[in-house]
């Protein structure tokens, strides 16, 4: 595999077709194919299910054909036997195939593609060259429309009833991506059912398309999708006035669903494990990402319809939970790297080897290469010069290390894309060739280069050169640097005594390590206290019971309660907190932190909520479920009021689970007393992913839903009859009143705003207050600051299955730290030279890291290397220029600047 150049002859030989199979984005036509995927090398890949060679003993002509000897198919008849302790079920799904069931014409347009495809046409590396073209004639269009729920909440196909969760988002993604890289005016408009924008700072994306990008939403169903009188596609619908609309299209795309796939539902029949009528895999609340085999663990969309963010955070408590079965034999089976010891280049001259990324066509397609490459072998101290196809290709990777042997290179330039991601994969590859990682340099000529200015390759290639130039100038000047190494204290710091909280502190202590808990209420539980029963009707309280007994039991687990922290000090691996608890203080020594501080439910002030007992809260109906659920007895009617506090200019974000909750709430009351009136007002529905089920199960129980209009008046009053509650139908367009003995506000899901821990941890919270992780989708539980984790409604809105699962992943990265006895710290960080420090305090006080402090002996500035992230501030801030920020000196810096000028 390592051997593929992705040519393609394998595939233009494969003499086996296969029709509307579709894996990574690709419509695969041939037995044998290339995957393709963004910044990923290239890759053949072979379908066992249609492979003449592997069914009949045929054919071969791949591995014939193929120019480098990739193909083996010995290799792939070959079987092995592993020993596991564990097995983790991360088969994912794969694509709806529109064409199955052809409503609106896909396999008879060219023009009307699936979600994927057209994430192709806009990829670089795309059929077009990331040109936005029309598949039919190749010219640019004017008018895209994308179609919502193809292939999901569609029970006419049979196993298709739940939603994707994930189309609407991306519908939203590739129409603003359409508009970046149209030319001229390009009108795109999304036709949806509901808008299910629910993650975080999905719904501020949703409102940058319509507000700042001028997408249209339009509420239909659609009817039929024929052709105009230019072949152009017809789209026939009714719009929210009830008024009949057709409007022509230049591109269709049909946001298709997820589905599972024959080989996942075969896997999991051999391993006995239960799947759920769709065929994903049968799971509970209160265990996420366990099967109903022991020993068998499952994540990512195998379980359930889910997007990039909460699949990575799915795998993370996978590897947590399998782990909690494997801790005991941890490191016996453990397997050290040999590095090879580093050549000291100490006093030779620079030989440097500069590797040139064609990134596929999405630097290529763009730049000159073959000229940047003759412009680079002229450059001073320039030894080598090569082009790669993909350098970060695992053969690009053994390559780049032989040849820094062969050539005695002693810096190295990558010119590619981010470092970002790409980074320490390069560094990797100096150690594996014996050189300093950080005798290295990656220029982003993709990035800030070939992307941005691909409709001006002449230039995008002269800054290129620029770009080159300016890295190899600081790469001469580039001295080996060290890394801190610093031990680990193995006991665990766990902010929050909620369900989030018990369940990271209670992994840590199953595998083996001290745990704090730190509640600053007087008991452990949090918001689940108030709750009753999942969407999946599970007993919350049962559960929670049992989960409070097992932490207070465990001798590895010491809760405080009534405490909050009063002090921080310290890094990764060595932290120490100070406490307060019923105002005795005491300090924690612990090597890492969670966050699971919760967030609580708004109090409104609109609705006239707190002038009738009449009026509660989602979570107040649901308290009164648990503790009083014979107080609902004499209710005959109900209104239930959706996003009330969320959604607005102050909150612009989706509280996630309000949409759920009620209609669990309503569809209970129905059961109770089917007599029962009971509404729901909403502005649009989402209960995401497999949670359609219960929408459709309130729908058929009678449960009434009401689409109001948000953008006019809304007004409650009170009385002895009953709250009445006047809005306006966005169906009917008209004024509309429903009197009921109860109207419950779904209120939302609010942050402690300004949160000390932010400031304690040095840790950031997101414009709305919620904590903000290390990267969405890379470090989805991390936080920048090393040794931090968050999880829970601290982090965002979200269930009780979604927070445990997510406190199962912080425990999990937790234990990466903790199971090492010492971790090294990077060494691109800031140094003082201390004969030249004023000590003015300025960079004690610019830093938002806490990594320079004053030195009691001397009174002088320095660095705490765990602390510090690079970013600097300290550097630029210092007025006497008595710091030096090691990677990025002043001289570097400077080298660069000069070639800028030439």
């Known amino acids: 595999m390592s051997k593929c150049i992705a040519c393609g002859l394998c595939t233009e030989k494969c003499p086996a077709k296969v029709d509307n199979e579709y894996e990574s984005g690709l419509v695969k036509r ?79 347009n060219p023009d009307i593609v699936t979600s994927l495809e057209f994430e192709r046409i806009l990829s670089a590396s795309g059929p077009y060259g990331g040109h936005l073209v029309r598949p039919s004639n190749h010219e640019e269009p004017k008018k895209i429309a994308w179609i919502q729920c193809v292939g999901s909440r569609d029970e006419h196909l049979g196993d298709k009833g739940y939603c994707s969760a994930v189309c609407c988002t991306y519908a939203v993604k590739e129409a603003m991506l359409a508009k970046e ?124 319809p889910k997007d990039i963010p909460s699949s990575v955070i799915d795998s993370s408590a996978a590897a947590g939970v399998a782990g909690n079965l494997l801790s005991p034999a941890r490191k016996t089976l453990t397997r050290t790297v040999e590095i090879p010891s580093q050549t000291d280049v100490r006093g030779e001259a620079n030989r440097i080897g500069v590797f040139l990324c064609c990134c596929g066509t999405n630097i290529a397609g763009v730049v000159d290469m073959e000229n940047l490459l003759e412009y680079t072998k002229a450059l001073p101290d320039v030894a080598h010069v090569e082009k790669n196809l993909f350098s970060c290709s695992q053969d690009s990777q053994d390559k780049m290390a032989k040849i820094i042997a062969e050539q005695k290179l002693n810096r190295i330039v990558v010119a590619a894309c981010t470092p970002k991601t790409h980074e320490p994969l390069f560094q990797e590859t100096l150690s594996n060739a014996g050189l300093n990682k950080y005798l290295f340099e990656m220029v982003n000529i993709r990035n800030q280069d070939s992307w941005v200015h691909k409709d001006v390759p002449d230039k995008a290639t002269a800054k290129a050169r620029d770009l080159v130039r300016m890295s190899v100038a600081k790469a001469a000047l580039l001295q080996p640097l060290s890394e801190p190494v610093l031990t680990i204290d193995q006991n665990a710091l766990v902010i929050g005594g909620g369900v989030a909280g018990m369940e990271a502190a209670r992994m840590l202590a199953t595998q083996g390590f001290k745990t704090y808990i730190v509640e600053r209420s007087a008991h452990l539980g949090g918001q689940a206290r108030s709750l009753s029963r999942t969407w999946r009707d599970e007993d919350i309280q049962a559960y929670l019971k049992q989960l409070i007994s097992e932490v207070n039991n465990n001798s590895l687990i010491e809760v405080f309660t009534n405490s909050s922290l009063t002090a921080v000090d310290g890094f990764v691996g060595n932290f120490k907190t100070t406490i307060s608890t019923d105002g005795k203080a005491q300090t924690l020594v612990h090597g890492v932190t969670i966050v699971a501080c919760g967030a609580s439910e708004l109090v409104p002030d609109s609705y006239e909520y707190g002038a009738d007992k009449r009026i509660v809260t989602g979570l107040e109906l649901e308290k009164r479920m648990v503790t009083d659920p014979d107080s609902l007895n004499s209710v005959n009617s109900a209104v239930f009021v959706q996003c009330v506090g969320s959604r607005i200019p102050e909150r612009p974000y989706c509280s996630k689970v309000c949409c759920t909750q009620s209609i669990k709430n309503a569809l209970a009351l129905k059961k109770k007393n089917p007599a029962r009136k009971v509404f729901v007002l909403y502005r649009d529905m989402r209960p995401y992913g497999l949670r359609e089920e219960l929408y459709r199960e309130a729908r058929m129980a009678g449960v009434v839903f009401v689409r109001y209009n948000f953008d006019k008046p809304f007004e409650v009053t009170h009385s002895n009859k009953g709250v009445t509650v006047s809005f306006t139908d966005s169906i009917l367009n008209r004024k509309m009143a429903v009197t009921s003995d109860l109207l419950v506000l779904a209120s939302a899901i609010t942050p402690e705003k300004e949160n000390p821990l932010a400031q304690l941890y040095k840790v950031s919270q997101n414009a709305d207050g919620f904590f903000a992780e290390a990267h969405v989708k890379l470090r989805p539980v991390d936080f920048a600051t090393d040794g931090v984790f968050v999880c829970g409604l601290a982090h965002a809105p979200k269930s009780i299955d979604e927070s445990i699962t997510q406190a199962q992943a912080a425990a999990a990265r937790a234990v990466t730290l903790l199971s090492r006895e010492t971790i090294s710290v990077p060494g691109t960080i800031a140094q003082v030279d201390t004969p030249w420090c004023s000590s003015c305090g300025v960079c004690v006080s610019i830093c938002p890291y806490g990594a320079p402090k004053f030195d009691e002996k001397s009174g002088k500035a320095q660095i705490e290397a765990s602390l510090c992230k690079g970013c600097g501030l300290c550097v630029a801030s210092c007025r006497s220029g008595a710091i030096h920020l090691n990677g990025f000196d002043g001289n570097q810096i400077l080298a660069m600047v000069e070639m800028v000028m030439e």
Do not use: M, W
């Open 30 to 108: 041939k037995a044998i194919y290339v995957k393709y995927a963004q910044a990923v090398p290239l890759k053949y890949a072979i379908d066992d299910r249609y492979c003449l060679k592997l069914l009949k003993g045929k054919c071969g002509l791949c591995e014939k054909k193929c120019p480098t000897g990739a193909i083996n198919y010995k290799d792939k008849k070959k079987g092995r036997t592993l020993n596991v302790g564990a097995i983790v079920l991360a088969q994912g799904t794969k694509a709806f195939d529109p064409a199955t069931n052809d409503t609106y014409g896909y396999a008879k």
């Open 181 to 304: 890289h149209s030319k001229e005016f390009l009108d795109t408009a999304v036709f949806y059912i509901d808008v299910r924008t629910f993650g975080k700072d999905f719904e501020r994306y949703y409102n940058r398309a319509k507000d700042e990008h001028g997408v249209r939403f339009v509420k239909t169903k659609l009817a039929t999708v024929d052709k105009s009188s230019d072949n152009k596609p017809l789209l026939r619908y009714v719009d929210d006035t009830g008024a009949r609309q057709e409007e022509a299209f230049d591109i269709v795309v049909l946001s298709v669903g997820l589905t599972t796939t024959a080989q996942g539902r075969e896997l999991a029949a051999k391993l006995g494990v239960s799947l759920d009528r769709y065929g994903f895999a049968a799971t509970n609340s209160f265990n996420p990402v366990e099967t109903d085999q022991p020993g068998i663990f499952v994540c990512g969309a195998f379980a359930a």
